[in-house]
């Protein structure tokens, strides 16, 4: 069987529909509960395209999205701007982050990046700490009472389907092939005359957009944020898993893992709280080691799809 | 912020550094070491240590076994944990991409934070083993720290030793030189990378077991220790064993002199942005990389 486009526009097309009238239709929960599958989505498709693609593994992300947060609390709380303006200063200040991190740790080849960015969320919890004036400090910054749920779970959804299909138009470019040549071998890609620093840095800013817009609409939409609530490894954690079982390095791996990994966690696993981190451990470990490709990559060679899509 | 500094002071910065430093020696050579030879960042390398401070917490809550003596038994403990996890899952992933190694020892790193906290529960626990300080010339010298630093240096000092005088040990820099070439003289790689991962593995317990009689410990208490042992390696330079005392006592120097001017909430800050610094101004280390 191949899926060929005459099939999955529609397909698309209907599911689309079918997400922009579920508010009218939908419960609290469920409106809650897709407005968070929209937020994983953006934040795995990130994570995908400096990890997945260009091999850089980033095990910080989550600073991106704290840093959207906070900048996008700061300007709403403090400054009064509109919350979307907020969310898309986020977003930027989170490229900022990622500029100041990944030009002196993108020139380098090897583990520095992924070693620079594990502390980074730690170190940015820090700093928020510190600076009590701007942040609150440990008690935290509070927004003013707004009920923009609905608003947001569109905003969230665009977020969402703009990070897909931004990984879909890097995938099918000149410029995604060279990101996925710099995963396969540098050196050769360096040799082929690639300037293999600037792509990489490309493909990092790109990645923290979307966590720094995610990060400023949930900080928007629960009204408070404290250093713990938006700094916890556990995000970044959650983002590697859904994108390592969905499938890295491809569109729709993302989505998948991101909407799958939810409701697997909405359903069974939030009765086991203790035990969370060692599953998505052992999920890990299982999948790099037995299915690299995630399970996209069953269905691809099951189906005969294209590798990347 | 204005601070006046005296002699004292500095005097006082110096010893805490150099006390600190010879800890951050002895647990970054066991990074470097499992670098040097697979090639391979250990993000694990941070929550190993963290099960060997729990080995001499328990050893000595429940047996009031002398804390320092449990420092080769948790180095011994922890030696069987790492040749294990080589055998059964790191060994897969050492000629794979590095994203693999790295994925895949986050993942164990994860996981082990987690059934220790089961385990152990989140709860602080400290070793009131011998508290209080010696002065000399105006110098506060903490006991614990002091004893700690003499384990540290003679634990470091033997593993030099081992890795220089012995077969064993040469067989393994041999490897970590060439692994082809080692192959070809008929050393068994395989046995090498295990032995390397179990000794990486007990250097990173003794550091636990040596912290857990200065600090209070806790299940997360590895991940910033993963963090400065790779800084260690960067600042000495990678795959440079002897750089890494040098990089554990700059470290050590470095932060002691921040806690002067800053406070100690901002001290993984200050390692971070000499991590930054230093792969910005000269990647290769004080000491230059890797000789071949």
């Known amino acids: ?309 | 912020m204005s601070v006046v500094v005296t002699p004292e002071m500095i005097g006082q910065v110096v010893i805490s550094g150099i006390l600190s430093g010879a800890l951050y020696a002895m647990v970054a050579l066991g990074l470097a070491l499992i670098f040097g030879v697979m090639r391979v960042i250990n993000i694990a390398h941070g929550p190993l240590l963290m099960l060997g401070a729990y080995v001499t917490f328990f050893l000595y809550s429940r047996t009031g076994m002398n804390p320092f003596l449990t420092v080769p038994l948790a180095m011994a403990a922890l030696f069987v944990v790492g040749v294990l996890l080589q055998r059964t899952l790191v060994f897969r992933v050492v000629d794979a991409p590095e994203l693999s190694s790295l994925l895949l020892t986050f993942g164990i790193s994860i996981a082990l934070v987690n059934v220790a906290q089961n385990l152990f529960t989140s709860d602080l626990r400290a070793v009131e083993y011998i508290t209080g300080s010696w002065s000399v010339g105006g110098v506060a010298l903490s006991k614990p720290r002091f004893i700690a630093f003499v384990f540290a240096l003679a634990v470091t000092g033997a593993a030099f030793l081992f890795l220089k005088t012995t077969r064993l040990g040469k067989a393994i820099r041999a490897t970590s030189q060439s692994r082809e070439v080692a192959l070809v003289c008929g050393i068994d790689v395989g046995r090498i990378h295990m032995l390397t991962f179990g000794l990486a593995s007990a250097l990173a317990a003794g550091g636990g077991a040596l912290l857990a009689v200065i600090v209070a410990i806790q299940p997360e208490m590895g991940g910033v220790w993963t963090f400065k042992s790779f800084l260690v390696i960067v600042l000495g330079g990678a795959g440079n064993y002897p750089g890494a005392l040098l990089g554990g006592l700059l470290l050590g120097l470095v932060e002691q002199l921040a806690s002067l001017f800053l406070t100690t909430q901002l001290s993984e800050v200050v390692a971070y942005v000499l991590l930054v610094l230093v792969l910005l101004v000269r990647p290769t280390g004080l000491l230059g990389g890797r000789q071949t």
């Not at chain 1, 701007?134 to 927004?143: D, E, K, P």
């Not at chain 1, 949930?218 to 390592?244: C, H, K, N, W």
């Not at chain 1, 991101?258 to 981190?277: G, S």
């Open chain 1, 1 to 309: 069987m191949r899926l060929s486009p005459a099939v999955v526009l529609p397909a698309l097309a209907v599911v689309l529909a079918a997400l922009v009238l579920y508010p009218f239709v939908g419960t609290g929960y469920g409106v809650r509960a897709m407005l968070q599958i929209f937020m994983w989505i953006a934040l795995a498709g990130s994570w995908n395209l400096i990890s997945g693609l260009t091999g850089y593994v980033s095990f910080g992300h989550v600073a991106f999205f704290g840093a959207g947060a906070y900048t996008g609390a700061i300007l709403v709380a403090s400054a009064g701007w509109s919350w979307p303006v907020a969310a898309l200063a986020g977003g930027i200040a989170a490229a900022l982050l990622a500029l100041l991190i990944g030009y002196p740790c993108l020139r380098l080849k090897g583990p520095y990046f992924a070693i620079a960015m594990l502390g980074l969320n730690e170190v940015l919890r820090a700093l928020v700490s510190y600076f009590e004036g701007l942040t609150g400090g440990g008690n935290g910054l509070s927004l003013p009472t707004l009920d923009a749920t609905r608003a947001i779970y569109y905003v969230m959804g665009v977020l969402a389907v703009a990070v897909t299909a931004m990984t879909y138009a890097i995938i099918t470019s000149r410029f995604g092939l060279r990101l996925m040549t710099i995963r396969e071998d540098e050196i050769a890609a360096e040799a082929m005359g690639i300037d293999t620093f600037h792509h990489k840095l490309a493909a990092f800013l790109l990645s923290a957009v979307g966590p720094g817009i995610a990060g400023a609409l949930t900080a928007r939409d629960q009204g408070y944020i404290e250093p713990l609530s938006v700094f916890p490894l556990a995000i970044t954690v959650t983002m590697i898993v859904m994108v390592l079982f969905g499938g890295k390095g491809t569109v729709w791996g993302p989505v998948l893992g991101a909407a799958a990994l939810f409701v697997i966690q909405e359903i069974v696993w939030a009765r086991y709280p203790y035990v969370h981190p060692l599953l998505f451990g052992a999920i890990i470990v299982a999948v790099v080691l037995l299915m690299p490709r995630g399970v996209l990559g069953l269905l691809q060679l099951k189906y005969r799809l294209p590798r990347t899509i």
